[in-house]
Structures are given as C-alpha cells and as structure tokens.
C-alpha cells in the first residue's frame, strides 16, 4: 500500500473513537487528519462539531459542513485526534512539519485523550531524525537560534513561513532526543520560544498505527 493509503487507514479507524452522539471533536492538522476530518464529514448528523488547530483544517471542516467552535468556548474535550512526523514507543511526539504545533498543544492539553493517527513510517526507536520545529516569536528568531545551538541542534529559520499565530518557525536539525522531557521544557524555557514541537509532557494517549501490510495496530 503507499504511504497515502496507509494515512487514510488510519484516518478512517480513528472513527470509532466518536463513540457517542453530540461530541464535540478535537481535531489536528495535515495530510493524515485530512482522511480523518473527510471520515468524520460522513458521520456529520452524529457530531456536534469541532475545535480546530489551524487555518488549513478549519477551511476544510467548513467546506463539509462541519460547526467549527472556539476552544474557549467549550470545556474539556472527550478527545483530540492529530497525526505526528514521528512518534516512539513511549508515545512521545515530535510534531509542527506543517507549521501547527502551537495551536495543537494548546487543544491536546485541554482534551481528556489524544489518539495519534499515523503510517509505519513515523513510527521510531529514537526521536530526532525529523528536525524539530520550534515557534517563535519574529524579533527573537536570531537569540533563540543561538541558544539552540548550546543545546547541541544545528537551527534553520523555515524562511517564508508565518504561523497561524504570526510567528516564524525554527527547524533543529540533528538533534538526538535521548530525554523528550527534558529538552521540551529546556526549549520551552528559552525566551522568545512560544513552544516547541516536542509533545513528551503530554504525549498520545494511543496510537493508530497503519503497518505497511496495512494492518492496524492501536498501542496505548
Ligand atoms: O504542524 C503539523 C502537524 O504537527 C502534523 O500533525 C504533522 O506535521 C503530521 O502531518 P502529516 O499527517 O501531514 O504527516
């Protein structure tokens, strides 16, 4: 099966999750929750509707139809399901490849469970390989990138892209995240950071994992 398929097995599985009418429905960003929010446009009369975590997915619940409510607008959520550029046994993440990590910390810190959704290929023994994303606030870009240095990271400035939030993005490459706890709150302590893609504090609840034979596994 190619990789896209994979994504929208996974996708598609993550709909048993909406296990009970009216639910208001954490959702994440990129090309793996696209098959989850084109899924859930066909369980749409069952749902209340979402919270989102970005621009790109909100259009997309628009365009079928699906409510789109204001995180602050409702409480705790029963679930947020989002995809990940790598994830370890652990069920620590790295996540921002598409620029969204603010935003989906925020909605999976106020969400009871956090089901990942993701293709074999993400699926890693160490964190790292995929460089790590880091917000940033713009007139801070230069120090940051300095003290990601000291960290041991090699710092390159995603040029050309703003956030959702207005702010500039970080790649850190060659990192070799042997303790994800720790390096998410060092980063997160540097000033000017607004958060990093590191999701270790609060890593998935459970993971959909599509195996290249396409045969779901979910690891919790
Ligand atoms: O900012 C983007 C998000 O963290 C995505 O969840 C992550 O990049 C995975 O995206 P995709 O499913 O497209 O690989």
Known sequence: MTQDELKKLAGNYALKYIDQDDMIVGVGTGSTVR??????????SRIQGC???????????????????ELNSVGT???YVDGADEINHQLKMIKGGGAALTREK????ASAKFVCIADESK?????GEFPLPVEVIPMARSYVARELVKLGGNPVWREN???DNGNWIIDVHNLKILNPVELEQK??????????GLFAMRGANELVLARSSGNIDVIK
Do not use: C, M, R
Request: hydrophobic share 50%; charged share 15%.
């Open 35 to 44: 098959y989850f929010i084109e899924g859930l446009a066909t369980i749409k």
């Open 51 to 69: 919270v989102s975590s970005s621009e790109q997915s909100t259009k997309l619940l628009k365009e079928f139809g699906i409510p789109v409510y």
């Open 77 to 79: 959520l029963d679930i």
């Open 106 to 109: 925020i909605i999976a810190a």
């Open 123 to 127: 699926y890693v023994d160490l964190l």
């Open 161 to 163: 892209v703003v956030t």
């Open 187 to 196: 980063i997160n302590n540097i000033v000017g950071v607004v958060t990093n």
